[in-house]
């Protein structure tokens, strides 16, 4: 009998056991999104570009080791790019049209995908365009289209850039809870919303020398589409004349003031498809896993491996949405030991973020670099340890509005002292050696610990400055009287020898390319990220999850936008660890 049970206990096991894996391969599924299935395209067929869920350059690849399962996602930007490049000779592919588009991506990929849609037109194929109002984000990307459309009563955003930067000295005064601050650099201002209640002098004075660059780029993309001054467009940002539909007609802003359907006949009259008819329409992401997942019988040995580095630079293995030195230095390794890839182009998006990791990722592409081209492509920005991370590459590119430098680093410490002692609790250590306790968050910053970080700081900081004075073929003074954490628009940061050339992914890939004399070959994308269970778990809670609420969307449903971006900066201050080298705010654009 026991004999019997114990095989019956063998094959429930079994059962049980596939069946787990059955249910969590379709769970993995859930979370990431199958992306292997096609879908047919249909003669005299217009592009739908809607970018609302495309929120990094790379989509990523993943390996769930768990369950034997492998997923890659085709979702980023520069999957939409390839798509437009491969509707441009596409015949089935008439033109692309743009509605009420709430593209979550910034300022310099939206000119990436601006670029590729000027050349997209060239082949004869039309873009077109309807909102029912426009922010300025949008309208930038879209005003290169042959036709816009806006509602009659909606709107057009034209008034220039800002920021706004929130400042919690008061509010840590109020609740006794404080960030002890040490940095090294007089831009730094990364941690000044915890120092002052304004902005500091050398702050306001980046700020607005960076959103000056950013905008002039954005009203020269504008004026050669819409055959406008740059002068003219910056009259009527700042008259806000563009406010209506019959203002931005007027200005030449916009074409037509029209309705959706009035919008969509236009579409159908260009296709010849009768006006009661619906006319072929295929989502840009459906369309870029076509072209992904299209086997091309384009068959050259060499490659050219791009490996994308996005989001906060920590600790760990990395995703998408933040850099780890666990998949970097893999992807590093696996692209400069493998014979058939002769060149690496490095994709930077990234604020920045650990010092030790950065130095960590530096030193794999100092090895990379020995033995094939590195070429650096920077996107929206490649800021501190974004930067970090790119200064010893061969050759580095930048958008003119990509965001780089801030070459400085800082250290925050979480103080509860004055709280406790409002509160009346009280601290005692007992220790056996002076330096024995360290650092208590319930005692004041003691002035001799305070020396020690601060000479850790100095020290990331020599070093800092040291990567990219050997990098850039400049002295450590050159470097130091344009670092300070100070933030550069890429076309000023050319000037200043931070930066090599002007460009995109495309032109980076070009010229590594170059470097690595071939004319034939194929790109590989990198990083692959190894998740388990427990990260798939995770993402139930506060991942991007397709059937479920994110964590984040919750909390701003209840608090706001403005609330969760208090809560969010300070998060992110508590999650620091060690000295850091991130860019000196969180820079929202609007």
């Known amino acids: 009998m026991r004999f019997i049970g114990n095989v019956l206990a063998t094959i429930v096991g079994i059962f049980v056991f596939f069946m787990v894996l059955f249910f969590g391969i379709v769970l993995i599924k859930v979370i990431f999104g199958g992306d292997d299935n096609k879908v047919a395209i249909k003669d005299n067929s217009v592009i739908e570009l809607d970018l609302s869920e495309v929120k990094q350059d790379y989509g990523g690849k993943f390996n769930f080791a768990d369950f034997n399962y492998f997923q890659a996602k085709h979702d980023g930007v520069v999957d939409v790019l390839n798509a437009i490049e491969a509707a441009k000779t596409d015949d089935k592919i008439k033109g692309i049209s743009i509605v009420n588009n709430t593209a979550m991506i910034g300022i310099a990929q939206r000119k990436a995908v601006r670029d590729k849609l000027e050349d997209f037109k060239k082949s004869g194929k039309f873009v077109v365009a309807y909102a029912n109002a426009y922010s300025q984000g949008e309208y930038y990307l879209d005003s290169v289209a042959d036709t816009l459309y806006v509602n009659p009563v909606g709107e057009l955003d034209f008034k220039g850039l800002s920021t ?215 996107g929206n920005l490649a800021a501190s340890g974004g930067y970090y991370i790119a200064c010893n590459a061969n050759t580095i590119f930048a958008e003119p509005n990509t965001i780089t430098g801030s070459i400085g680093v800082f250290g925050t410490l979480p103080n509860f002292s004055p709280l406790a002692k409002k509160i009346g609790i009280n601290a005692e250590q007992v220790k056996t050696h002076q330096n ?82 071939i004319k034939e070959y194929k790109t590989e994308d990198y990083p692959e990220y190894n998740k388990t269970v427990q990260d798939m778990l995770r993402g139930l809670t506060g991942g991007s999850v397709s059937m479920f609420q994110s964590r984040e969307a919750l909390i701003k449903e209840q608090i706001g936008d403005e609330g969760y971006q208090v809560i969010e900066q300070i998060r992110r201050a508590k999650q620091q660890r060690g000295v850091q080298a991130l860019m000196p705010f969180e820079l929202v654009i609007q």
């Open 436 to 517: 024995a306790s360290g650092y208590s968050v319930f005692e004041p910053l003691d002035e001799n610990y305070k020396n020690v970080v601060l000479e850790g700081v100095e020290h990331i900081y020599n070093t800092f400055v040291s990567r990219v004075a050997a990098g850039r073929k400049m002295t450590f003074a050159q470097v130091d009287s344009i670092a300070q954490g100070r933030v550069w628009a890429g076309k000023d940061a050319i000037k200043i020898g931070l930066v090599d050339k002007m460009g995109g992914l495309d032109q980076a890939i070009k010229h590594a390319a170059s470097l690595a004399k």
């Open 164 to 378: 706004e930067i929130l400042f919690f000295k008061d509010f840590q005064d109020k609740t006794g809870v404080k960030m002890e601050v040490i940095r090294h650099g007089k831009y730094k201002s990364a941690v000044e919303p915890f120092l002052e209640n304004e902005m500091s002098p050398a702050n306001r004075e980046q700020m607005t020398v960076l959103l000056n660059s950013i905008w002039s780029t954005v009203v020269d993309d504008i004026s050669k589409s819409r055959k406008i001054s740059v002068d003219s467009l910056n009259a009527i940002a700042n008259n806000l004349g563009a406010r209506t539909p019959e203002l931005a007609k007027a200005k030449k802003l916009i074409d037509k003031i029209g309705y959706e359907d009035e919008y969509h006949n236009g579409i159908r009259r260009a296709l010849k498809v009768e006006k009661d008819e619906e006319y072929n329409k295929v989502d840009i992401l459906d369309y870029a896993r076509n072209v992904a997942n299209t086997n091309d019988s384009y068959t050259a040995k060499d490659r050219i491996a791009i490996i994308y580095a996005q989001g906060e630079i920590l600790s760990g293995e990395g995703d998408v949405s933040y850099i780890g030195e666990g998949s970097m230095r893999r992807s590093l390794e696996d692209a400069r030991n493998d014979d058939n890839v002769k060149a690496v182009v490095l994709r930077i998006d990234s604020p920045g973020g650990s010092a030790l990791t950065s130095e960590l990722i530096w030193r794999e592409i100092e090895l990379t670099k020995k033995k094939k081209p590195v070429v650096v492509s920077m």
